[in-house]
Nanobody, 126 residues
Framework: QVQLVESGGGSVQAGGSLRLSCVAS????????MGWVRQVPGKEREGVAV???????SYGDDVAGRFNISKDNDKNTLYLQMNSLKPEDTAMYYC????????????????????WGQGTQVTVSS
């Protein structure tokens, strides 16, 4: 089992920045890809950014060029730097981890991760 704990969410004005963090613990060696998924009530989950151990990285179309995903393996921590935030970025952001040895693009599109965090809320006001 893998446990994921997110932090860093909050409220920010449009154009601002936030950095989300996700600390992973447990059977981390089984994880091949980690990423961020967001959800607005009443809508489907949306893949935001994913990074995998094969070096592949993928971003959702709505965030490419504004968000950056990174990972600190020494700290078992995943980050999401979010810049130029827009009101439509408002959502619950979940950290997720997958064991299947597939490329980041697969996870962005399928959101088929094995483990999920509890989520952290991001609210962007206009």
């Amino acid at each position: 089992q893998v446990q994921l704990v997110e932090s860093g969410g909050g409220s920010v004005q449009a154009g601002g920045s936030l950095r989300l963090s996700c600390v992973a613990s447990g059977s981390i060696s089984s994880v091949f890809c980690m990423g961020w998924v967001r959800q607005v009530p009443g809508k489907e989950r949306e893949g935001v950014a994913v990074t995998c151990n094969d070096g592949s990285i993928s971003y959702g179309d709505d965030v490419a060029g504004r968000f950056n995903i990174s990972k600190d393996n020494d700290k078992n921590t995943l980050y999401l730097q979010m810049n130029s935030l827009k009101p439509e970025d408002t959502a619950m952001y979940y950290c997720a981890a997958g064991e299947s040895r597939l490329r980041a693009l697969y996870y962005i599109r399928s959101r088929n991760f094995n483990y999920w965090g509890q989520g952290t809320q991001v609210t962007v006001s206009s």
